[in-house]
């Protein structure tokens, strides 16, 4: 795992330096934000430790000209004051984590190593159960090969399941996650949208991979 890590204060840099490389990492240190963007446009960052307090451009400014690029690398907020606003702002600029100023080297690894789970998580675009795949860039959805048409609310509700595969997932949390309501329309709308899918991807296939939880949900996974 490749990590930047941005921060003018050379005491600092250094001790964030050792400390991830002691723990396995590969470290590039920048001290100012220009010298940071030029090096994340050019190497491939698993994730970045960004120090807010900069001289020139500062942290936030950065997060957004990355994010600007579209260049999704996990990022990692430090900052003196832990002030609510200020991680709020940063979070909002699309940070993906933060942490105030002083911290404990432990505490930083373990976030950076959280760091880097996300970035290979947000890069896993291919759901699978079995031999069904949701590509999420594409949208594309296949069952032994074969191509699965979906409406919009179809795919959503295939990508919510495929995500909690294995897990049961509840009217509600369905309800929620797939048709955005807060409250229970009293319809059995879930249940209708799951019968279309189920057609769709489990009528001549075995096994069977969408599950009915009696009384409890639904759950997608290879055995029943
Ligand atoms: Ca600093």
Redesign the pocket.
Known sequence: MRVLVV???RK?ASFIRKALQAEGFAVDVCPNGDDALAAASHTAFDGVVL????PGRDGLSVLRQLRERRNATPVLL?S?RGEVNERVEGLNAGADDYLPKPFALAELVARVRALGRRGAEAKATVLRVADLTLDTVTRQAQRGGAAVELTAREYRLLEFLLRSAGRICGRMAILEKVWDYDFDPGTNLVDVYVRRLRDKIDAGFEPKLLHTVRGVGYVLKEAP
């Open positions: 921060e003018d204060e600092t120090d807010i307090m900069l430090l003196a």
